[in-house]
C-alpha cells in the first residue's frame, strides 16, 4: 500500500509564493506519474500538474502553466510542487496522486490515479 503526505499548505496573500511537497511511503516510484490536484467548494477536483518519474517530463494546466512548478527529488521520494504569483482563485484542497502504470492520455485524469494523499489546504487572500 503506497502512503502519499502532503505538507506545505497555509494562508497567503495574492502575489506570493508556496512551496507543497508529497513524501511516498513505497520501495520506488519507478515507472509512476505523480500529480497535484485541487479542489475547491462547489467545484470538481482539478488537474494542477504532473510528471513522470522516469523521464522527468512536466505537464501543467493552464491556469498555472509559467506560474507553478513541479519537480521530483529521487533520492527522497518526494513530489514539488513550487507555486509563485498565487491568485485567489488557487484556493483549494491540494491533493498529491499517484499511479504506477499511468498512460501518457490520461495523466490529466484524476480518477486514473490509484493512490492519493490526504490534501492541504491552500488559502490565497486578496
Known amino acids: 500500500q503506497v502512503q502519499l503526505v502532503e505538507s506545505g499548505g497555509g494562508l497567503v496573500q495574492a502575489g506570493d509564493s508556496l512551496r507543497l511537497s508529497c513524501a511516498a511511503s513505497v520501495r520506488s516510484l519507478r515507472n509512476y506519474a505523480m500529480g497535484w490536484f485541487r479542489q475547491s467548494p462547489g467545484k470538481e477536483r482539478e488537474f494542477v500538474a504532473a510528471v513522470r518519474w522516469n523521464s522527468g517530463h512536466t505537464y501543467y494546466a493552464d491556469s498555472v502553466k509559467d506560474r507553478f512548478t513541479i519537480s521530483k527529488d529521487s533520492a527522497k521520494l518526494t513530489v514539488h510542487l513550487q507555486m509563485s504569483s498565487l491568485k485567489p482563485e488557487d484556493t483549494g484542497v491540494y491533493y498529491c496522486?499517484?499511479?504506477?502504470?499511468?498512460?501518457?492520455?490520461?495523466?490529466?485524469?484524476?480518477?486514473?490515479?490509484?493512490?492519493w494523499g490526504q490534501g492541504t489546504q491552500v488559502t490565497v487572500s486578496s
Open positions: 496522486a499517484g499511479d504506477p502504470s499511468m498512460i501518457l492520455s490520461s495523466i490529466r485524469d484524476a480518477r486514473q490515479y490509484s493512490y
